[in-house]
């Protein structure tokens, strides 16, 4: 299906961005994917994915440095490649609530959450084709609270307002720009809330679908935007929630 495309993701060690990452190889596209810490683990899943016979490149990418993307952007153009899709996967941020968070926390969660994946999209776009697509990944806490999310929900908000913006700026250039917005999954990120108990309640609770929401679930619908069939969706977050956010609580 994407046999001959390259996928350029961010945060592909772990959780979500690692699942997207096999989801794309499996369907024969070239994978391009970023990590902040996870070295070892990156050559591990580098050589898992080289089964899928693509090719396969790890880079480190810290979005909390403009320098850091910089060099990043200049070292994809040296590879002489388009990148066909580009998915803004990887997030951080600090857990407290709008009292607690500092500015220093804002700052530190904006930077890595929406103007390091909008610097690096409008780079990136440039090495873009028609036909190729950007997906960055949300969450609900963009228009709703969850405890300690703060900084992260006003990040993620921000990310989708950008997602429409440059979806609007990119559509003439057959660059379709659209978000995922996922539904909480247990990855290494939620373990870093404070308040376990009240996130172990979100994971537990049945959805509509009466179907736990994993990493893949998100991975598919990557893969259903990057179609050629999703030629038409422009600007949209795309909830992937088996119907969790329709409940009242
Ligand atoms: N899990 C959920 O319930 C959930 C729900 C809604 C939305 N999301 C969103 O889905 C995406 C993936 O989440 P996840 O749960 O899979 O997270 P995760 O398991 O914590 O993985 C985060 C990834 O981002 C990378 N990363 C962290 N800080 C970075 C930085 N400063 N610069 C560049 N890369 C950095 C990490 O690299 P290292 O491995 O090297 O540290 C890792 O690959 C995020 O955008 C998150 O907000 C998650």
Redesign the pocket.
Known sequence: MFSGKTLLI??????????ICFEFAKRGCNIIF??????S??KKIESELLKFGVNVISK?????SND?IKKFVENIKNLDIKIDFLI??????VMKNSIETTEKHWDWTMQ??AK?PWILSKSISKLMPSKSRIIN?????STKVLNNYFS?GVS?AALESITRYMAFDLASKGINVNSI??????????K?FPNQDEIEKIISRENPKKQKLL?ED?AKAAVMLCSEESEMIIGQNILVDGGDTLLLS
Do not use: F, Q, W
């Open positions: 961010t945060g592909g060690s772990r959780g979500i961005g690692k699942k970023t990590y902040v810490r996870s070295s683990e990156s480190k990418l810290n979005l909390n850091d803004n996967n990887a997030a951080s941020g890595i959450n390091g990944i949300s969450s609900p806490g992260i993620k917005s996922a539904s909480m999954i247990e990855t290494d990120a939620i870093h990493a998100i």
